[in-house]
């Protein structure tokens, strides 16, 4: 396990000089082994036929400071950008879109560009791992930890964005139409950039304590509930859209999805649709059977690539946008006014903490995947570097006009799948994700995608949040205090998921006191946010709540009770008792022609006692 560029300790290696550098660059470029190497890249991309051959052989694994070929850190570090671009993508489309900002569409191209390129950015932060002068602390975990858009975000913007709709924060037409709203936008952006000053002071406090007082208990619940509040968006655009066309009203504007005017325009919920979303489905099922190993980690983007060729072949897709985008764009070609919403700060501060806790679950599995240590000083280093990286990319992304980032977890198994841990591979794939920002025609098409299409994806993408939380539930011990607090949690979090408005009548205050109505404008979205709600109440009830003697014990199961009676009869069968059924058994002895005469009773214990045995 070589992490030797992170010592805790002082470095007493020779220092590279810059002529060292150099050459080794040189080589890397001019030689075939730094160019290609003896890498067997066809493992990459060979399918899981049923009819071909199957090679039982691993590939070699590349550690953290491995030397390995360019063109393979390339390959595998666009391998590494593509298993991300969805998660990237998908959190700017929905909120600058119907159900969140209703931006149009040349302000949803640059949040899209801008989200690639501050990915790449940020990412590069966590990978590199830099050492806070005179401390003995670090910005970053010196792995292949990258990150993108956080999903957590998206259930707080729609329910805020709704209720600045409905307080007149944001614009509305005399015919109810929203209109859109940058400053709503800019209002969120400013609001989680101070709430991310939680994150980073917490980063400054001992893991051992960060577990304790946010154990899996608490994140565990609360990550569950944001995947199935986002399965509901998910879900709505397969049909055809989240928008106004979602009530099937007979006339008007949204009588259609998107709108009246668009091409291929249908009524929400037609077969036409969910038949586009299907295509995206079963592509990632199949990718997933029959795949190589670099199909199977972007088995995502692969059923949006076979979605949207079936879109394009039967005119669903807009191309106007894309020829109106311009060629490249950067990070503040387009600026919004940051504020502070109050409202939505004790959603957001859920959301940081969320995040965190996510991010040291992801370093660990990243740590362990990478084969390096997962306990010890260097490990909560790690920890502490990678928690801080994520505060702080919060606070950058909100200056960089995108909503906060997380750690992702799926390039765990990019690593896993592909045996490279290098931290050059994350590098290619910052470089990639920047080039894809860039140019802004590629997410030009991305904005363009038809929302079935985007549907299918995101769809997958949700419900794999919501299975991660389920992960993480599983590995509490269900004993009767934890099942108190998750139930509890629970039962008010999915009930406000499920009835989003169901405390919106609660306060009737209709003054002019703005301080007072945003008050109880934060209550209601808090109870309103079922995955806020059940944080908040779990972080209580862990609190509050004593662990009881009879946690610590055994739970006393039927099996268990019966053990002893079932031992007992077992020793009668085998001593004194005879079943036809065991020919060959005579008083402790079988015979078998190969071994000889053996005693059943030769002080080895059988496996029916084993069985009974464990469930003492």
Same mark, same amino acid.
């Given at each position: 396990?070589?992490?030797?560029?992170?010592?805790?300790?002082?470095?007493?290696?020779?220092?590279?000089?810059?002529?060292?550098?150099?050459?080794?660059?040189?080589?890397?470029?001019?030689?075939?082994?730094?160019?290609?190497?003896?890498?067997?890249?066809?493992?990459?991309?060979?399918? %899981?036929? $049923?009819?071909?051959?199957?090679?039982?052989?691993?590939?070699?694994?590349?550690?953290?400071?491995?030397?390995?070929?360019?063109?393979?850190?390339?390959?595998?570090?666009?391998?590494?950008?593509?298993? *991300?671009?969805?998660?990237?993508?998908?959190?700017?489309?929905?909120?600058?879109?119907?159900?969140?900002?209703?931006?149009?569409?040349?302000?949803?191209?640059?949040?899209?560009?801008?989200?690639?390129?501050?990915?790449?950015?940020?990412?590069?932060?966590?990978?590199?791992?830099?050492?806070?002068?005179?401390?003995?602390?670090?910005?970053?975990?010196?792995?292949?930890?990258?990150?993108?858009?956080?999903?957590?975000?998206?259930?707080?913007?729609?329910?805020?964005?709704?209720?600045?709709?409905?307080?007149?924060?944001?614009?509305?037409?005399?015919?109810?139409?929203?209109?859109?709203?940058?400053?709503?936008?800019?209002?969120?952006?400013?609001?989680?950039?101070?709430?991310?000053?939680?994150?980073?002071?917490?980063?400054?406090?001992?893991?051992?304590?960060?577990?304790?007082?946010?154990?899996?208990?608490?994140?565990?619940?609360?990550? =569950?509930?944001?995947?199935?509040?986002?399965?509901?968006?998910?879900? @709505?655009?397969?049909?055809?859209?989240?928008?106004?066309?979602?009530?099937?009203?007979?006339?008007?504007?949204?009588?259609?999805?998107? @709108?009246?005017?668009?091409?291929?325009?249908?009524?929400?919920?037609?077969?036409?649709?969910?038949?586009?979303?299907?295509?995206?489905?079963?592509?990632?099922?199949?990718?997933?059977?029959?795949?190589? $190993?670099?199909?199977?980690?972007?088995?995502?983007?692969?059923?949006?690539?076979?979605?949207?060729?079936?879109?394009?072949?039967?005119?669903?897709? &807009?191309?106007?946008?894309?020829?109106?985008?311009?060629?490249?764009? !950067?990070?503040?070609?387009?600026?919004?006014?940051?504020?502070?919403?109050?409202? #939505?700060?004790?959603?957001?501060?859920?959301?940081?903490?969320?995040?965190?806790?996510?991010?040291?679950?992801?370093?660990?599995?990243?740590?362990?995947?990478?084969?390096?240590?997962?306990?010890?000083?260097?490990?909560?280093?790690?920890?502490?570097?990678?928690?801080?990286? &994520?505060?702080?990319?919060?606070?950058?992304?909100?200056?960089?006009?995108?909503?906060?980032?997380?750690? !992702?977890?799926?390039?765990?198994?990019?690593?896993?799948?592909?045996?490279?841990? %290098?931290?050059?591979?994350?590098?290619?794939?910052?470089?990639?994700?920047?080039?894809?920002?860039?140019?802004?025609?590629?997410?030009?098409?991305?904005?363009?995608?038809?929302?079935?299409?985007?549907?299918?994806?995101?769809?997958?993408?949700?419900?794999?949040?919501?299975?991660?939380?389920?992960?993480?539930?599983?590995?509490?011990?269900?004993?009767?205090? %934890?099942?108190?607090?998750?139930?509890?949690?629970?039962?008010?979090?999915?009930?406000?998921?499920?009835?989003?408005?169901?405390?919106?009548?609660?306060? =009737?205050?209709?003054?002019?006191?703005?301080?007072? @109505?945003?008050?109880? %404008?934060?209550?209601?979205?808090?109870?309103?946010?079922?995955?806020?709600?059940?944080?908040?109440?779990?972080? #209580?009830?862990?609190?509050?709540?004593?662990?009881?003697?009879?946690?610590?014990?055994?739970?006393?199961?039927?099996?268990?009770?019966?053990?002893?009676?079932?031992?007992?009869?077992?020793?009668?069968?085998?001593?004194?008792?005879?079943?036809?059924?065991?020919?060959?058994?005579?008083?402790?002895?079988?015979?078998?022609?190969? *071994?000889?005469?053996?005693?059943?009773? &030769?002080?080895?214990?059988?496996?029916?006692?084993?069985? #009974?045995?464990?469930?003492?």
């Amino acid at each position: 396990m070589d992490d030797s560029p992170d010592r805790i300790g002082p470095n007493v290696d020779r220092k590279r000089t810059f002529l060292d550098k150099c050459k080794r660059l040189g080589r890397a470029f001019t030689t075939r082994d730094g160019l290609i190497g003896d890498y067997d890249y066809a493992f990459l991309f060979k399918p %899981n036929l $049923p009819f071909m051959h199957k090679v039982r052989r691993a590939a070699p694994f590349f550690g953290l400071n491995d030397s390995m070929p360019v063109l393979l850190a390339l390959l595998l570090g666009f391998q590494h950008a593509l298993s *991300m671009l969805a998660g990237v993508i998908t959190p700017p489309i929905i909120i600058a879109g119907q159900g969140g900002a209703n931006l149009g569409g040349s302000d949803a191209q640059y949040l899209v560009s801008t989200s690639l390129i501050v990915c790449g950015i940020l990412s590069s932060v966590q990978i590199t791992r830099f050492h806070i002068y005179k401390t003995p602390y670090y910005v970053g975990t010196g792995l292949i930890s990258v990150v993108g858009t956080s999903f957590a975000i998206i259930p707080v913007s729609t329910g805020a964005f709704k209720q600045m709709y409905a307080t007149g924060f944001c614009p509305t037409a005399a015919d109810g139409t929203q209109l859109p709203c940058p400053e709503g936008y800019g209002a969120l952006l400013g609001t989680a950039c101070c709430c991310a000053l939680l994150e980073i002071l917490l980063s400054f406090t001992s893991p051992k304590y960060l577990k304790k007082f946010f154990p899996p208990l608490i994140t565990g619940p609360t990550v =569950t509930l944001i995947g199935v509040s986002l399965i509901e968006s998910g879900f @709505q655009d397969w049909a055809g859209g989240s928008g106004g066309c979602i009530a099937r009203p007979d006339t008007g504007l949204f009588s259609v999805c998107p @709108q009246l005017g668009a091409p291929h325009a249908l009524p929400w919920g037609s077969a036409e649709f969910v038949g586009l979303g299907f295509s995206v489905f079963i592509t990632i099922i199949i990718c997933e059977r029959f795949g190589s $190993p670099i199909m199977k980690s972007c088995a995502v983007v692969l059923g949006l690539l076979t979605g949207c060729i079936i879109a394009g072949a039967t005119g669903y897709f &807009d191309r106007s946008g894309i020829d109106a985008a311009p060629a490249v764009s !950067f990070i503040w070609v387009k600026t919004f006014p940051l504020s502070v919403y109050g409202p #939505i700060v004790l959603p957001l501060l859920a959301v940081y903490i969320v995040l965190m806790m996510e991010a040291i679950g992801d370093i660990s599995a990243t740590c362990d995947v990478s084969r390096l240590e997962v306990e010890g000083a260097l490990f909560d280093s790690r920890i502490q570097g990678g928690v801080l990286a &994520d505060g702080f990319n919060g606070l950058l992304a909100g200056l960089c006009t995108i909503t906060p980032m997380s750690t !992702f977890a799926q390039n765990n198994g990019v690593i896993a799948l592909t045996r490279c841990a %290098n931290r050059k591979a994350g590098y290619a794939a910052c470089f990639f994700l920047i080039i894809m920002g860039i140019f802004s025609k590629f997410a030009a098409a991305l904005v363009a995608i038809p929302s079935p299409v985007l549907g299918g994806m995101t769809t997958f993408l949700f419900s794999a949040v919501a299975v991660s939380g389920i992960r993480i539930i599983s590995t509490v011990p269900f004993t009767r205090r %934890n099942r108190f607090i998750l139930t509890a949690a629970l039962s008010i979090g999915i009930g406000a998921t499920l009835v989003p408005n169901w405390f919106s009548f609660v306060f =009737t205050y209709t003054g002019d006191n703005q301080a007072k @109505q945003g008050f109880f %404008n934060a209550i209601t979205l808090v109870l309103e946010t079922g995955f806020a709600v059940t944080a908040f109440l779990a972080i #209580i009830l862990n609190l509050i709540l004593e662990e009881e003697i009879e946690d610590e014990a055994a739970e006393i199961t039927a099996d268990v009770a019966d053990a002893a009676d079932d031992r007992d009869e077992w020793k009668q069968i085998r001593h004194g008792s005879h079943i036809p059924e065991m020919d060959g058994i005579e008083r402790g002895h079988q015979k078998n022609p190969e *071994m000889g005469e053996k005693s059943v009773d &030769d002080g080895k214990t059988s496996d029916e006692e084993q069985m #009974i045995g464990s469930k003492v």
